[in-house]
């Protein structure tokens, strides 16, 4: 992917209009971690708390848990999702048990990391980008905040 389609895709997370914003709160979530500590893989067990009280404060309507944009998320081209062994088994969408117990881990795309690793400046751009898109203004301030940014 090349930084302009890396930014296409984070902008394109929601294609139907009063789509509730969990897929983007999960990528910010995602990207905040990475600049924070270079993480890239996400076991489920460790977001779902953070990305749901997300959700449940900028989600508006919709799922509140993280387990719909986790599997979701997918289908933007963006992220990834494993279980412990290796490749997710089966494209229905998991129970949260089976998350739990196969140990989901999430993660961007090998073309999406690499973009991000090669892309000084690329991860602070596409957290404008969906606050931009998907967040009204008076929220931006409070959602940085409780991403620690």
Do not use: C
């Not at 709160?25 to 270079?38: D, E, F, K, P």
């Not at 229905?92 to 989901?104: G, K």
């Not at 961007?108 to 000084?120: G, K, R, Y």
């Amino acid at each position: 992917m090349t930084r302009e389609s890396v930014l296409a895709a984070f902008s394109n997370l929601n294609r139907e209009a009063g789509s509730a914003p969990h897929k983007p709160l999960l990528a910010l979530y995602a990207v905040s971690q990475w600049l924070h500590s270079g993480k890239a893989v996400f076991r489920f067990v460790e977001l779902e708390e953070p990305v749901t009280d997300l959700i449940r404060t900028f989600g508006g309507a919709g799922s509140s848990t993280a387990r719909d944009p986790f599997w979701f998320l997918r289908s933007d081209g963006i992220w990834m999702v494993e279980s412990a062994a290796g490749a997710w088994a089966g494209s229905d969408r998991p129970t949260l048990e089976e998350l739990h117990s196969r140990d989901a881990r999430g993660r961007f795309t090998p073309e999406v990391l690499a973009d991000l690793e090669a892309s000084p400046g690329l991860a602070v751009e596409l957290i404008g980008r969906l606050l931009g898109t998907y967040f009204d203004s008076a929220d931006h301030r409070t959602l940085l905040g409780r991403l620690g940014l």
